[in-house]
Protein backbone atom coordinates (compact mmCIF):
# COMPACT_ATOMS: atom_id res chain seq x y z
CA UNK A 1 0.00 0.00 0.00
CA UNK A 2 1.33 3.20 -1.42
CA UNK A 3 0.94 6.19 1.52
CA UNK A 4 1.48 9.77 -0.26
CA UNK A 5 2.40 12.55 2.70
CA UNK A 6 2.72 16.75 1.17
CA UNK A 7 3.81 19.38 2.80
CA UNK A 8 5.14 22.98 1.99
CA UNK A 9 1.65 24.16 1.87
CA UNK A 10 0.88 27.85 3.65
CA UNK A 11 0.09 31.36 3.66
CA UNK A 12 2.30 33.57 1.19
CA UNK A 13 1.59 36.81 -0.02
CA UNK A 14 0.33 37.55 -3.79
CA UNK A 15 3.08 37.44 -5.71
CA UNK A 16 5.14 35.00 -3.27
CA UNK A 17 6.49 31.57 -4.02
CA UNK A 18 5.84 27.99 -2.02
CA UNK A 19 7.24 24.72 -2.92
CA UNK A 20 5.06 21.60 -2.63
CA UNK A 21 6.35 18.59 -1.86
CA UNK A 22 4.84 14.89 -1.82
CA UNK A 23 6.46 11.69 -1.05
CA UNK A 24 5.49 8.63 -1.52
CA UNK A 25 6.13 5.14 0.81
CA UNK A 26 6.39 1.60 -0.45
CA UNK A 27 6.40 0.64 -3.87
CA UNK A 28 5.54 2.94 -6.82
CA UNK A 29 6.99 0.92 -9.51
CA UNK A 30 3.85 0.69 -11.17
CA UNK A 31 3.07 4.82 -11.30
CA UNK A 32 3.24 6.47 -14.21
CA UNK A 33 2.12 9.31 -13.51
CA UNK A 34 2.55 12.01 -10.57
CA UNK A 35 0.65 15.38 -10.29
CA UNK A 36 -1.00 17.85 -7.96
CA UNK A 37 -4.98 18.96 -8.06
CA UNK A 38 -6.43 21.58 -6.29
CA UNK A 39 -9.95 22.07 -4.86
CA UNK A 40 -10.95 25.79 -3.50
CA UNK A 41 -14.23 25.78 -1.19
CA UNK A 42 -17.34 25.56 -3.75
CA UNK A 43 -15.32 24.42 -6.55
CA UNK A 44 -14.94 20.88 -7.54
CA UNK A 45 -10.88 19.46 -7.77
CA UNK A 46 -9.36 20.64 -10.67
CA UNK A 47 -5.61 19.36 -12.47
CA UNK A 48 -2.90 21.62 -10.97
CA UNK A 49 0.02 19.87 -13.60
CA UNK A 50 0.91 16.43 -14.01
CA UNK A 51 4.37 14.64 -14.86
CA UNK A 52 4.91 11.55 -16.56
CA UNK A 53 7.82 8.62 -16.43
CA UNK A 54 8.57 10.47 -19.61
CA UNK A 55 9.22 13.38 -17.78
CA UNK A 56 6.02 14.68 -20.23
CA UNK A 57 4.32 17.72 -18.46
CA UNK A 58 1.34 19.23 -18.22
CA UNK A 59 -0.73 22.16 -17.02
CA UNK A 60 -3.47 23.76 -16.57
CA UNK A 61 -4.10 26.67 -18.19
CA UNK A 62 -4.17 29.46 -15.06
CA UNK A 63 -0.45 28.16 -14.08
CA UNK A 64 1.21 28.11 -17.28
CA UNK A 65 4.28 30.04 -17.16
CA UNK A 66 4.00 30.35 -12.98
CA UNK A 67 4.04 26.63 -11.81
CA UNK A 68 6.64 24.26 -12.67
CA UNK A 69 6.30 20.06 -11.71
CA UNK A 70 9.26 17.66 -11.37
CA UNK A 71 9.81 14.34 -9.88
CA UNK A 72 12.83 12.71 -7.92
CA UNK A 73 12.30 9.18 -8.61
CA UNK A 74 14.84 8.01 -6.31
CA UNK A 75 13.26 10.12 -3.54
CA UNK A 76 9.81 8.91 -5.09
CA UNK A 77 8.99 12.87 -5.08
CA UNK A 78 6.92 14.92 -6.85
CA UNK A 79 7.40 18.72 -6.50
CA UNK A 80 5.54 21.72 -7.41
CA UNK A 81 7.00 25.13 -7.50
CA UNK A 82 4.59 27.72 -7.61
CA UNK A 83 5.97 31.63 -8.41
CA UNK A 84 3.99 34.49 -8.75
CA UNK A 85 0.79 33.16 -6.93
CA UNK A 86 -2.33 34.77 -7.08
CA UNK A 87 -5.10 35.37 -4.37
CA UNK A 88 -6.99 32.70 -7.05
CA UNK A 89 -4.41 29.95 -6.46
CA UNK A 90 -6.10 29.64 -2.49
CA UNK A 91 -7.07 26.44 -2.45
CA UNK A 92 -6.09 23.09 -1.18
CA UNK A 93 -3.72 21.12 -2.69
CA UNK A 94 -3.43 17.28 -3.55
CA UNK A 95 -1.12 15.19 -4.29
CA UNK A 96 -2.22 11.73 -6.70
CA UNK A 97 -0.03 9.43 -8.53
CA UNK A 98 -1.31 7.17 -10.65
CA UNK A 99 -1.05 3.71 -12.73
CA UNK A 100 -2.62 4.11 -15.05
CA UNK A 101 -1.80 0.66 -17.19
CA UNK A 102 -3.59 -0.75 -13.97
CA UNK A 103 -6.53 1.11 -13.09
CA UNK A 104 -5.40 2.33 -9.60
CA UNK A 105 -4.57 5.59 -8.11
CA UNK A 106 -3.32 7.14 -4.50
CA UNK A 107 -3.95 10.26 -3.08
CA UNK A 108 -2.31 12.53 -0.62
CA UNK A 109 -4.34 13.85 2.05
CA UNK A 110 -4.16 18.02 1.43
CA UNK A 111 -2.10 20.60 2.12
CA UNK A 112 -3.89 24.09 1.88
CA UNK A 113 -2.22 26.84 -0.01
CA UNK A 114 -3.64 30.36 1.09
CA UNK A 115 -2.74 33.55 -0.87
CA UNK A 116 -3.53 36.63 0.39
CA UNK A 117 -2.10 39.96 1.67
Known amino acids: QVQLVESGGGLVQPGGSLRLSCAAS????????MGWYRQAPGKERELVAA???????NYADSVKGRFTISRDNAKKTVLLQMNSLKPEDTAVYYC???????????WGQGTQVTVSS
Open 96 to 106: NMRATRYGYEY
Open 26 to 33: GSIFSINV
Open 51 to 57: ITNSVST
